[in-house]
């Protein structure tokens, strides 16, 4: 009798970071400020539409370009993002953060809706250049009081586990309905930045 | 002639009721009696981010270079550690700095994110160092004494445990995603780094 295996497919992956994502707290037994540091700080980059729609994006784009982009991307968007975090909290004025992060989603829709395909280098540069104004956007609004090392590491955490959530939707590129939807998902991300985009000059 | 079965019900239920009366208390909170100071150090270490997450990137570290090398980090870490908390026992309590806190995170989660090709004698000079000044900040203020020994003792076995169970797993992975998974888990560690870095500039 053949016994069941267990599969590390794509769909089983993205199911499981599905699941994860779905995950409530615990609150077992918390540390005072600790545990609150670490969710304040996971809870940061997704309690905002206009940072979830260009950070998805990154994971869509990186799955549709495929092996290496598709780890290289997710890699260079929180360290790129970390440090504009940190000129954020250092106090480094950036002008026009609002408008980089709108175009951020529009650039970044765009380039999944017409399935752009730069070389590497410059679909990583221009990921990382817009990750800057996303960070410094974090790092300006950090709420005190909170565990530093907790809040980051929370804060990191939730941009990869975004950025997975774009790859493990991503994986339908492999079909030929996949591809279309991918490119309808980057039209709704770039629709959304154009909104924002919009809300940020009104 | 078959004669009518008895049911064995009532007798179970006796001993079942009768083993239940004889339970003793859990006791797993245990907020009076303490769990006992191999335990208090052991858990210290589990429950302090700022001494795991680096003891967690050398180990991935490690483990991303082979077996050799995590078997090196299983050895030279918890006696370095061991070490420095011994040296710290007579000091004064301190607490990290945090530039140096967060130079770790960088450094370390940097190395992994590379991929970085060290050698033997780098990786066991890393994690000699690590080890000496988070066991001397672990050891400030405890004061000499048994249990201290003791303490240090359990928080030793919790850093040979983790170096063991992270460095291993890292080292049997063959597919090519799992390293880079591996080296995407080091990203995050070092972006978390750099924000500690504008964190403890912003606090200056």
Known sequence: ?202 | MNQPSKSRLPLCAFVGFTLLMWALPAEAHLNSTGMGPFYDGLMHFLLSPEDIIPVFGLALLAGLRGAHYGRRALFVLPIAWLLGALAGLTSFASAPHPFIAAAWFLLLGGLVAADARLSLRTTTALAGLLGLYHGYLNGTGMGPSLSTLVVLLGLVFAIFVIVALVAASVVRLRASWTRIAVRVTGSWIAASGLLMLGWAVRTR
């Open chain 1, 1 to 202: 009798m053949k016994k069941p295996r267990l599969c590390l497919s794509p769909e089983n992956l993205a199911l499981a970071v599905f699941l994860l994502l779905c995950a409530q707290p615990a609150f077992a037994h918390p540390q005072k400020g600790e545990a609150v540091g670490f969710l304040t700080g996971f809870r940061h980059p997704i309690s905002g539409l206009d940072h979830v729609l260009a950070m998805v994006a990154v994971g869509l784009w990186g799955a549709q370009l495929g092996a290496p982009a598709i780890w290289l991307l997710p890699v260079a968007f929180p360290m790129v993002m970390a440090f504009g975090g940190m000129l954020g909290l250092m106090g480094v004025p950036i002008p026009g953060i609002e408008y980089g992060i709108a175009l951020s989603a529009i650039l970044l829709g765009a380039a999944v809706m017409f399935e752009y395909r730069p070389p590497l280098g410059l679909a990583a540069a221009l990921v990382g250049f817009f990750a800057i104004f996303h960070g410094h956007a974090h790092g300006t609004e950090l709420p005190p009081g909170q565990s530093a090392l907790l809040y980051s590491v929370g804060f990191v955490m939730a941009t990869g586990c975004l950025h997975a959530l774009g790859i493990g939707i991503g994986t339908v590129h492999r079909w030929g309905w996949g591809q279309k939807a991918l490119r309808v998902a980057g039209a709704l991300v770039a629709t959304g930045g154009a909104f924002f985009l919009w809300k940020a000059i009104a």
